[in-house]
């Protein structure tokens, strides 16, 4: 149980386009959703806390026009990268809450060229 | 704030070898302390948690106890294998009950046949 997806596992965009993000939650319902971004060989930084039918909460220093976040669902968070540029090439793990545990995603591997 | 120190890595070991990776963290009252693997390419997998003092959290060989008085949370291994190969976060939630994770920086384990 508690198996959390996301999609793509990787994507390769150009520098400029928007890329949406998906993360699900197979087998439960989850109300709060987290999105993570690692750079190589670095721990994972919180970007912002997705709740069900109401706006994100954006970490300190994340630009909430740049990644959007919509929890439309109890099983579905989106993140776009809008415009994105070479900076943004990261990998992005999600999480989704199934009280009192996170379960984590696989991970999508960014690349903007 | 809350924060986790984890050793720096990576630590090499040979196969059967003794493993310990060191955690000591900073919370105001009881953080509940966890510990994620992450294997190369994929997000992060729970291994062991423990939500009180003196907690002893183990799974899959691994352990690691919850010591509030010297606000450890060292993982142990007393005989490792090449599959182990990983990278470990130490991690707390707050006793709030909310349960945004702070991570500590990551160790790389690489056990050699």
């Known amino acids: 149980g508690a198996v959390v997806s996301q999609h793509p596992s990787w994507v390769i965009c150009k520098s400029g386009t928007s890329v949406k993000i998906e993360c699900r939650s197979l087998?439960?319902?989850?109300?709060?959703m987290f999105w993570y971004r690692q750079f190589p060989k670095q721990s994972l930084m919180l970007m912002a806390t997705?709740?069900?039918?109401?706006?994100?909460?954006?970490e300190q220093g994340v630009e909430k026009d740049k990644f959007l976040i919509n929890h439309a669902s109890l099983t579905l968070s989106t993140l776009t990268v809008t415009s994105a540029h070479p900076e943004d090439s990261s990998f992005y793990i999600c999480?989704?809450?199934?009280?009192?545990?996170?379960?984590f995603g696989p991970g999508t591997r960014l690349l903007v060229l | 704030g809350n924060s986790v120190t984890q050793m720096e890595g990576p630590v090499t070991l040979s196969e059967e070898a003794f493993l310990t990776i060191n955690c000591t963290y900073t919370?105001?009252?009881?953080?509940?302390l966890f510990w994620y693997v992450q294997y190369p390419g994929e997000g992060l997998q729970l291994l062991l948690k423990?939500?009180?003092?003196?907690d002893k959290g183990s799974n899959k060989g691994f352990e690691a106890t919850y010591r509030k008085e010297t606000t450890s949370f060292h993982l142990e291994k007393g005989s490792v294998q090449v599959s182990d190969s990983a990278v470990y976060f130490c991690?707390?939630?707050?006793?709030?009950?909310?349960?945004?994770?702070?991570f500590g920086k990551g160790t790389m384990l690489l056990v050699s046949p």
């Open positions: 999480s989704a809450e199934d009280t009192p545990l996170q379960y």
């Open positions: 087998d439960f319902q989850a109300t709060t």
């Open positions: 997705s709740n069900e039918g109401s706006k994100a909460t954006y």
């Open positions: 919370a105001t009252g009881y953080p509940s």
């Open positions: 423990a939500t009180k003092a003196d």
């Open positions: 991690a707390l939630t707050p006793d709030s009950g909310y349960s945004t994770l702070t």
